[in-house]
Structures are given as C-alpha cells and as structure tokens.
C-alpha cells in the first residue's frame, strides 16, 4: 500500500514507498518501468527528493525509527537521524 508519493518532474518519475511491500521504489511517469531502491523497510513513512544533490529521502517508523537518504539510482544509503525519533511522517526539503 503506498504511503507517500512524490513527483520528480525534472527526471520524470515518481517515487514512492510501500508499507505493505516495505519499499522505496521509483517508476517513470509513463509506467514502463519500475525499480525497487530500498527494500526490507520496517514502516516505510515518507518520501522527498532533493534535485540538486540527486538522493531521495525517506522515513522508517518501525521499531527503529530513522530518517534516512538513498542516492536516486538507489546506491548509497545512509541514515541521517536514528536518535530521539518516534513516529517520522513527514518530510520536506528546502533546496535553496
């Protein structure tokens, strides 16, 4: 079941999470393909893009809440908050 969604419209595609799956995944807007980035997710929760330094952030709220990046290719993961989280829902990304 999805969660949360965002569309990168430079690159068109639209990434995604998945709490029934328990993945961040990508598709092109078109649909014509789709690829798993992360998977093995507890609670998958929100998703973001930040276009100039190409990564996609997302949230894991399961047992081990964490704020987490994956380069736009899925390469790379890192988390970026683990400490103090309980519920991460929401995220938002200010580029400038």
């Known amino acids: 079941m999805p969660e949360d969604l965002v569309v990168d419209e430079i690159n ?3 990434y995604f999470t998945d ?12 649909g014509d393909a789709c690829s798993v980035l992360v998977s093995d997710i507890e609670q998958p929760r ?3 893009i930040h276009h100039n ?3 996609v952030l997302y949230t894991d709220w399961g047992t081990k809440p964490a704020i987490a990046m994956v380069a736009m290719d899925g390469s790379n993961k ?6 103090g989280l309980v519920w991460p829902n929401g995220l938002a990304i200010d580029e400038i």
């Open 53 to 55: 330094k190409r990564l």
């Open 12 to 14: 068109r595609n639209i």
């Open 19 to 30: 709490s029934v799956r328990k993945h961040l995944a990508v598709c092109s807007l078109t």
């Open 46 to 48: 929100a998703v973001a």
């Open 78 to 83: 890192k988390d970026l908050v683990s400490d």
